[in-house]
């Protein structure tokens, strides 16, 4: 991980931003010694029900009569 001063920061800020995504985490240190990460946020999903799909082995109809069974119970 690569550690960089405060005067760095400050020119190089989109690069260490660029580090930061591809790293994971950057370093910044103050002159009198204090350190501060740089850490990218995660990327929240779109919606909660953005879900992946699965592979079925049932047809339209067969999901259409499940679905009514279960409506009328």
Known sequence: ??????????????????????????LIRRKDGSTFSLVPEKK?????LDVPSIKADITTPELV????????R
């Open 44 to 48: 929240a999903s779109s919606s909660p």
């Open 1 to 26: 991980m690569q550690v960089y001063t405060y005067s760095e920061a400050r020119q190089k800020l989109a690069f260490l931003l660029e580090q930061a995504e591809n790293k994971g985490k950057v």
């Open 65 to 72: 009569s499940l679905i009514r069974e279960g409506r009328e």
